[in-house]
T-cell receptor, first 115, second 116 residues
């Protein structure tokens, strides 16, 4: 069974500082990996995804993530955080291959930004 | 274009009552998913529709939960004899196709259900 661990429940950073949100997954093969952001009252919005190829993926809003197979990790990064980035971030894993569509989410990391 | 919409945005009900939650997917999306997000948790898969049929309902917690998608578009999640533990945000998502998690799932804003 697939699973996702986001070790940090809540992170606070200053505006302009760099950010790294951790995500570790468990899956038998190479999974599909996703990062979503959820703002209050909003649906989940996809930031970026990894399917194969280049292990460093770029997403929207200046986010990037790096897939490290040896560490079973897919950490999300941003070089300079903006106040509008305050939200909850979810890492998710989806099985690769046809006929597999269930996403398994981590418990999320809430990001607070200090002006 | 219009995204996934869900109504109502908030629903408060009493224990034992019946509720219906509605999801309007993105036009043309054949796959539709329901997830439940409890407080402090990530979304958990409930059910997946491909067209009109429920292709996978393995995530439904018990037989009080049921979902339909009669015309392959709008879906309704139905909960009978609600319990306090059913309180959560119910999220709906749709994707162009559902044959793989390769197909991006677009999420609605959710319905917050509170059972008193």
């Amino acid at each position: 069974a697939q699973s996702v661990t986001q070790p940090d429940i809540h992170i606070t950073v200053s505006e302009g500082a760099s950010l790294e949100l951790r995500c570790n997954y468990s899956y038998g093969a190479t999974p599909y990996l996703f990062w979503y952001v959820q703002s209050p009252g909003q649906g989940l919005q996809l930031l970026l995804k990894y399917f194969s190829g280049d292990t460093l993926v770029q997403g929207i809003k200046g986010f990037e993530a790096e897939f490290k197979r040896s560490q079973s990790s897919f950490n999300l990064r941003k070089p300079s955080v903006h106040w509008s980035d305050a939200a909850e971030y979810f890492c998710a894993v989806g099985p690769s291959g046809a006929g597999s569509y269930q996403l398994t989410f981590g418990k999320g990391t809430k990001l607070s930004v200090i002006p | 274009g219009a995204g996934v919409s869900q109504t109502p945005s908030n629903k408060v009900t009493e224990k034992g009552k019946y509720v219906e939650l509605r999801c309007d997917p993105i036009s043309g999306h054949t796959a539709l998913y329901w997830y439940r997000q409890s407080l402090g948790q990530g979304p958990e898969f409930l059910i997946y529709f491909q067209g009109t049929g429920a292709a996978d309902d393995s995530g439904l917690p018990n037989d009080r939960f049921f979902a339909v998608r009669p015309e392959g578009s709008v879906s309704t999640l139905k909960i009978q004899r609600t319990e306090r533990g059913d309180s959560a945000v119910y999220l709906c998502a749709s994707s162009l196709r559902g044959t793989s998690s390769y197909n991006e799932q677009f999420f609605g804003p959710g319905t917050r259900l509170t059972v008193l």
